[in-house]
Every structure is written in C-alpha cells, then in structure tokens.
C-alpha cells in the first residue's frame, strides 16, 4: 500500500459550454433592457409584489403574475460588501481582480432585489442605506452584463 | 399510524483538509465501516442505502455511482440525493420517511464530500442562476458576507460577537476528535485580526474546506429498543423551502423565512413552546460565525436583536443553558455533502451519550438542522424517549 506521500493526485481540466434558453418572461425583460436600457418587472395581482426576475408565477400567493410594470434604474442598498477574496470569475475562468463591491440592490419600484456590483471599494463609504444607480452599458447584448455596475448617487 | 424511528449509531471519518491518501470509494468505507460498527449492525442486516453528495464538487456525475462497493450499495435498494447544503439532512429525512412509512425496518445513511479533488468556490457559484447571478457571484464568502452586512444594518451584533461565535466553535472543535480545525488557544483577538476576506467576514468567521464522510444507522422502533441500550429517536422532521432568488428574501440572514418555518414546525410537533430551555443541545448548520448568531433568532433561541446579548452571556457555550454545536459545528469541520448530516449524527451522539469528551450532561432533546441552497433548511428533533 501506498504511504500518504507517495499517493498520486492527476490533475484534469474540464471546459464545458452551455447555451440556456431564457424563456418567455427572462427574454422580455432582456429584450428591454437590450433595445431601451430600461428596467421591468411583473407584478402579481394578488400581493401586488413587482417581481425582478419577472416570472409566471408569484410563489408566495401561487398566483399568475399580471402587469408588467416599469422599475427605476435607481435604488438603495440593502447589503453591501467590498470582496477582497481572490476568486475565479465563472463567466471567464479567471481570476478576478480584487477589491471590488458588490451590493443587494432593491430598485425603487420592484419588491425584491438583486445582487450587482457597485463601483466603490471603500468599506466606509459602501454601506446599506446607501442610494445607487445602474450604469446602463451603451452597448447591449441582452444580458445582465448590460448593466455594467452600479453606482453610488450622492 | 408512521412507525418510531431511531438511530443506533454513527461513523465519521477525522475530517480535514485533503485526504490524498485515500479516493472517494475508500473514504466513504471508513464512515460506513464504524458506524456499522457502531450499531453493532451488519450490512446484510440493511434493508436500503441513502447516500447523498454534491457532485459539482469532485467534478463528475455519480461518484456515489463508482464508489459502491465502498458503502456496500452492491445490488442493495439505494437511492441518490442532491440538494446541495442540506444534502444530509435531507438523506436522514428521506430514511426516516422510509422506515416511518413501514417499507423498510433498518436503513443507512450516507453524506460525503471530498473537496480538496475540486476547487470549492468556483463549484459553489453553480449554485446561482446562470443567467440571472451567476455573472455576480462571488463564491460562498462574497455572498455570506452580504447576507452578513443586511444583518448587521438591523443591529445589536457586531464584529466581537461573530468573533466569540468563531472562538467557541473552535474549542469545542479541540475537544472533538472528528474535527478538523482543532484550536484550543485561539482568541476573540486573533479573529477579529484574522485576513478580512469581504467586510465583515474575515477568515476566522468561515468554515473550512474538508474531505470526510459520515454514515448513520437507522431503525425501526421494534429493532431499536433490542439493537441499542440508548437510541435517539427521531421525533420530528421538517423541510421549507425559500423563494427562488437570491434577492427574494433580501434581508436572508436576518430573517430567515424557511428556518424560522421548519423550526416552528417542529416545536409544535414535540410541544416546545421556550426552545432556548427546554433544548438541551442544537447542532445547527452556521457556515459562517454571522450566520450562527442570526439562526440563534431565526430559531426562536432569543428575540431579534438579543443575538449578540445571547453569546455574550455564554448562554450557547459549553456550560451554557443551551450549548449550539458542542462538536464545533460547520465553522470547523465542512464537507459539505457531510455536513449536514454530520449535524444529526452529533444531535445522535448527545442524546446517546455518546460524544465523549465534548458530551453535554444529560441531554433528553436535541436540535439539528441543516442549510443550504438558497436559505432552504432542514430540520429534525432528537430525544432520548419516545414520547
């Protein structure tokens, strides 16, 4: 038998590409966001939540989901954080630069809220309370990388 | 009427780090093996395998698939789980569901995790959405720490109570000769000096990355009584589940709606109404120092905002009127297909009296619960008799 030092480890690296389909309600919000850099959610009649992602179904009232409605591209943080964690970036493979922040961010108009990086790497000055505002890329490509970060708004 | 269910025993690997010296197949025998032992039980004496896992992590579909014949799954009715942290927890609920429903009398339970043949933060951003939040994910760190900060925004915790959190999981860990970060020395001081990974966790507030297995023993309640001098009788269990998105439950560390859900649920079950008395022992799935604190509210143990209040009175150490994660719990000891499961196995262990050097006196009820996902939770209660 092998001693624990002499155990050989192989490496291996695997690269698989996906492609998903975004389905009916993700491909409306993109196509939005894409042709006018503007932000929608879904609404359910029932609750009267605005949902971001927008989806068929409410799951707290198991409702369809009605109106479309526009959301602001301004909003405030609900958690904050400046990530100085070396990480690989999934979409890249590579590592990712360090610091940089990421916030929750609840638009103004929508009920939930959603997880982007804000352009501050000052923990001082990145903080829940805080108003943000996405930075709408001026070329789109139908994805959640159109908006490119967000940022603080005095 | 469901039958009674109990587990008459338990086997763990010593977890840590990198287990280069053995593969998946020879990691999961260890557990097995000793919990077999444990129960005095042998395999032709097993009706049915649970086994659960959380392949993106060793990289490959079906390791359970290629490890078989180390857990003894050879022709064996068996069944595969994957649902990510909780994984254990739900494998235990789904034999405990088997044996209550009266189909088979003795089963084993299997979670195993051997994370040093991955890398562990880029497995765990498949968790997210691909379209929605993968592109922001910042592995479990990033996103415990953001979770942490909406916490802290409610107040009454700050950076010494999450250091106190991490320091008593470390001691207990010391006194557990399964765990693996073992540091009986370590200070409030030197956590709250530790490398800042994403404010406000630093890396003293996170849980470890480990390779180990863990396998239990469960049986019906005519097999039990003559198997086991003091069995832990599964009294209750419970699953919930949250909103899809991440930012559904905005606030998700703070107010935790699947945990809060699955613990009341229980309660009512076994007819706890002041859990922080009458508990004796949890075993809760905290990945991160933050995270336990904000489950002490979430599970009923002290009002929203007392959470800090609760550590600082020593109310959760060894000693305590309810000691949380006597065994050092997650933030010493994570693989994570095990993790959860590894939680009942310790509530086991109390109730048993078995935990031998980190053993509370006399525990007759344990908690024991499990995380994962996005803020789903398992839970299960553990006592000593019957009813």
């Given at each position: 038998?092998a001693?624990p030092d002499?155990?050989?480890?192989?490496?291996?690296l695997?690269?698989?590409?996906?492609?998903?389909?975004?389905?009916?309600y993700?491909s409306?919000f993109?196509?939005?966001?894409?042709?006018?850099?503007?932000?929608i959610?879904?609404?359910?009649?029932?609750?009267?939540?605005?949902?971001?992602?927008?989806?068929?179904?409410?799951?707290?009232?198991?409702?369809?989901?009605?109106?479309?409605?526009?959301v602001?591209?301004?909003?405030?943080?609900?958690?904050?954080?400046?990530?100085?964690?070396?990480?690989?970036?999934?979409?890249?493979?590579?590592?990712?630069?360090?610091?940089y922040?990421?916030?929750?961010?609840?638009?103004?108009g929508?009920?939930?809220a959603?997880?982007?990086?804000?352009?501050?790497?000052?923990?001082?000055k990145?903080?829940?309370?805080?108003?943000?505002?996405?930075r709408?890329?001026?070329?789109?490509?139908?994805?959640?990388?159109d908006?490119?970060?967000?940022?603080l708004?005095? | 009427?469901?039958?009674?269910?109990?587990?008459?025993?338990t086997?763990?690997?010593?977890h840590?780090?990198?287990?280069?010296?053995?593969?998946?197949?020879?990691?999961?025998?260890?557990?097995v093996?000793r919990?077999?032992?444990?129960?005095d039980?042998r395999?032709?004496?097993?009706d049915?395998?649970?086994?659960?896992?959380?392949e993106p992590?060793?990289?490959?579909?079906?390791p359970?698939h290629?490890?078989?014949?180390?857990?003894?799954?050879?022709?064996?009715?068996?069944?595969?789980f994957?649902?990510?942290?909780?994984v254990?927890?739900?494998?235990?609920?789904?034999?405990?569901?088997?044996?209550?429903?009266?189909?088979?009398?003795?089963?084993?339970?299997?979670?195993?995790e051997?994370?040093?043949?991955?890398?562990t933060?880029?497995?765990?951003?498949?968790?997210g959405?691909?379209?929605?939040?993968?592109?922001?994910?910042a592995?479990?760190?990033g996103?415990?720490?953001l979770m942490?900060?909406?916490?802290?925004?409610?107040?009454?915790v700050?950076?010494?109570?999450?250091?106190k959190?991490?320091?008593k999981?470390?001691?207990?860990?010391?006194?557990?000769?399964?765990?693996?970060?073992?540091m009986?020395?370590?200070k409030?001081?030197?956590?709250?000096?530790?490398e800042?990974?994403s404010?406000?966790?630093?890396k003293?507030?996170?849980?470890?990355?480990?390779?180990?297995?863990?396998?239990?023993v469960?049986?019906?309640?005519?097999?039990a009584?003559?198997?086991?001098?003091?069995?832990?009788?599964?009294?209750?269990?419970?699953?919930a589940?949250?909103q899809?998105?991440?930012?559904?439950?905005?606030?998700?560390?703070?107010?935790?709606r699947?945990?809060?859900?699955?613990?009341?649920?229980?309660?009512?079950?076994?007819?706890?109404?002041?859990?922080?008395?009458?508990?004796?022992v949890?075993?809760?799935?905290?990945v991160?120092?933050?995270?336990?604190?904000?489950?002490?509210?979430?599970?009923?143990?002290?009002e929203?905002?007392?959470?800090?209040?609760?550590?600082?009175?020593?109310?959760?150490?060894?000693?305590g009127?309810?000691?949380?994660?006597p065994s050092?719990?997650?933030?010493?000891?994570?693989?994570?297909?095990?993790?959860?499961?590894?939680?009942?196995?310790?509530?086991?262990?109390?109730?048993?009296?078995?935990?031998?050097?980190?053993?509370?006196?006399?525990?007759?009820?344990?908690?024991?619960?499990?995380?994962?996902?996005?803020?789903?939770?398992?839970a299960m209660?553990?006592?000593?008799?019957?009813?």
């Open positions: 038998m001693k002499d155990v050989i480890r192989v490496p291996f695997m690269k698989m590409e996906y492609r998903y389909a975004l389905g009916a993700a409306r993109f196509q939005e966001l894409k042709d006018h850099g503007r932000l959610g879904i609404r359910c009649p029932e609750c009267q939540r605005v949902y971001i992602p927008p989806r068929p179904v409410c799951g707290i009232c198991f409702a369809e989901t009605g109106d479309w409605v526009p602001s591209n301004e909003g405030v943080l609900v958690g904050a954080t400046v990530v100085r964690l070396p990480f690989i970036d999934p979409m890249t493979g590579e590592r990712r630069p360090v610091p922040g990421m916030g929750i961010i609840r638009l103004d929508a009920s939930t959603m997880y982007h990086f804000v352009d501050e790497t000052d923990d001082a990145l903080k829940v309370g805080r108003r943000v505002k996405a709408i890329r001026a070329n789109r490509q139908g994805n959640m990388r908006i490119e970060c967000f940022e708004v005095d | 009427m469901p039958k009674k269910v109990a587990i008459i025993g086997g763990q690997t010593k840590t780090a990198r287990r280069t010296d053995v593969n998946i197949r020879e990691l999961v025998n260890e557990a093996t919990a077999l032992s444990d129960a039980v395999l032709e004496e097993i049915a395998i649970m086994i659960g896992n959380m992590f060793e990289g490959f579909m079906f359970e290629w490890s078989v014949e180390g857990w003894g799954g050879y022709l064996k009715p068996s069944v595969k994957n649902t990510g942290g909780t254990g927890t739900t494998t235990i609920a789904a034999s405990y569901y088997y044996i209550a429903a009266g189909i088979y009398d003795t089963v084993l339970a299997i979670g195993f051997k994370q040093s043949d991955g890398h933060q880029t497995a765990i951003t498949t968790v959405d691909p379209v929605w939040e993968r592109t922001m994910m592995g479990a760190v996103n415990f720490a942490a900060s909406t916490f802290i925004a409610e107040g009454g700050t950076d010494e109570h999450a250091a959190v991490a320091v999981a470390r001691h207990n860990g010391a006194r557990n000769v399964n765990a693996h970060l073992q009986p020395e370590l409030v001081d030197d956590v709250m000096k530790s800042l990974l404010w406000p966790v630093r003293l507030d996170m849980c470890p990355q480990s390779d180990g297995a863990v396998a239990v469960l049986t019906a309640d005519h097999l009584k003559k198997r086991c001098p003091r069995p832990a009788w599964i009294r209750a269990v419970t699953t589940h949250e899809q998105y991440m930012g559904d439950s905005p606030k998700r560390l703070a107010v935790m699947s945990q809060m859900v699955a613990s009341r649920r229980l309660y009512k079950v076994v007819g706890i109404t002041n859990p922080r008395k009458e508990l004796d949890a075993e809760i799935y905290e991160a120092s933050w995270a336990e604190l904000a489950m002490y509210q979430n599970l009923g143990f002290c929203p905002g007392e959470a800090g209040k609760l550590i600082d009175e020593g109310v959760t150490l060894m000693g009127e309810l000691p949380v994660n050092g719990g997650v933030l010493c000891t994570n693989p994570i297909g095990a993790t959860a499961m590894i939680r009942v196995a310790e509530a086991a262990l109390q109730v048993m009296g078995k935990a031998g050097a980190h053993q509370v006196p006399n525990v007759k009820t344990a908690l024991a619960t499990g995380y994962g996902g996005n803020a789903w939770t398992d209660i553990l006592t000593a008799s019957t009813n």
